[in-house]
């Protein structure tokens, strides 16, 4: 069989990064074939936007594609790209994995947690406007329908996965209509897995504070969309940044998983940048295909090249080059 998978490659290191990760997935023995679709800055000056709308048609069509980085401006500039895929496809998940790996320095050596952000609204969904010349007003939106979704989709992860707990994360105490909803939503789903899944709920600070003391207490963890992104960025950071963090976006009918981290311009063409990030995203485009065992292989070849030490790039303390370690890794993968 062969799968037909939209390619982003994005930019600044984001194309790098593709070529190393197709590398890598084609030393799995898989068949791919490989719609490549440019977007980012480099289609603003020839289409006008970011995000063309053929790139969106490619991903419906196939159903999965990997992203490279693509620079998104702060304060002004272009929409996220990220935000315009999620909101066009209904990519309601975000699930990040947070895990621990031996050779990469932190100061832990058991974090092992999933972050389920949901991605569809909330602040982060970008619903504002100017108030007069000098104020702003973003609108955050929560709503009974996505937050059951999202909260059932922890649960169901958990059961798959043989995780143990789910933990609601929100700020009801403060945001009573909103995230009181959110929290009441996850409550009535958690009903339906008593028994076999276990259900608790943190104020988001109060979590943000037990993860650095005591990350081993939890598993997975179901966030409101704004809450998901900065905490889900403080457990890539538990476990050595977001150089190692995979990430994916999950609908109904469509799924993109990328690396979490920024485009790096600066490095762009030097064959420094670190793959591993979304060589371990397409280890959960494995899984979400259905290869589990490829995707066993793929993960367990960065680890082990990792702990290993001997062709580590330089962030990890190597001097190894992008091309050299994603080479390795598929050596690995060959070998397994």
């Excluded at 994005?10 to 790098?16: A, L, M, R, T, V």
């Excluded at 952000?117 to 969904?125: F, G, I, Q, S, V």
């Amino acid at each position: 069989m062969t799968y037909i998978v939209t390619l982003i490659p994005g930019d600044g290191i984001g194309p790098e990064l593709s070529e190393a990760t197709v590398g890598v997935l084609e030393a799995t023995g898989i068949g791919f074939a490989w719609e490549v679709q440019q977007a980012g800055e480099a289609t603003i000056a020839s289409e006008g936007t970011p995000l063309p709308e053929r790139v969106v048609e490619s991903i419906r069509r196939n159903g999965v594609a990997i992203k490279g980085p693509i620079t998104t401006p702060v304060g002004t500039g272009f929409r996220s790209v990220n935000v315009g895929l999620r909101l066009a496809l209904e990519l309601y998940a975000n699930v990040r994995p947070a895990r621990s790996m031996v050779g990469v320095e932190s100061r832990y050596t058991d974090v092992d947690l999933i972050i389920v952000r949901e991605n569809t609204e909330d602040l982060y969904a970008g619903v504002e406007h100017r108030v007069g010349p000098d104020a702003a007003e973003s609108i955050k939106i929560i709503t009974r329908a996505a937050s059951q979704r999202i909260a059932r989709y922890a649960f169901e992860y958990a059961l798959r996965n043989g995780r143990r707990k789910v933990t609601a994360v929100h700020k009801a105490n403060i945001m009573k209509l909103s995230d009181g909803l959110f929290l009441e939503s996850c409550g009535q789903v958690a009903a339906e897995y008593a028994g076999r899944v276990e259900f608790e709920d943190r104020i988001v600070d109060n979590m943000c504070m037990q993860l650095v003391q005591k990350p081993e207490r939890y598993d997975v963890l179901v966030l409101p969309n704004l809450y998901g992104d900065i905490v889900s960025d403080l457990a890539a950071g538990l476990v050595g940044g977001l150089g190692v963090a995979p990430g994916s976006n999950i609908g109904e009918t469509a799924a993109v998983f990328e690396a979490v981290h920024g485009s790096a311009p600066k490095y762009a063409g030097q064959n420094r940048a670190n793959p591993t990030a979304l060589i371990l995203s397409s280890a959960l485009m494995l899984r979400h295909l259905g290869e589990t065992a490829a995707a066993d292989r793929v993960e367990s070849a960065v680890r082990s090249v990792i702990a290993d030490g001997r062709v580590t790039t330089h962030d990890l303390g190597g001097r190894a080059g992008t091309r050299e370690f994603a080479s390795a890794v598929a050596e690995r993968v060959r070998g397994t």
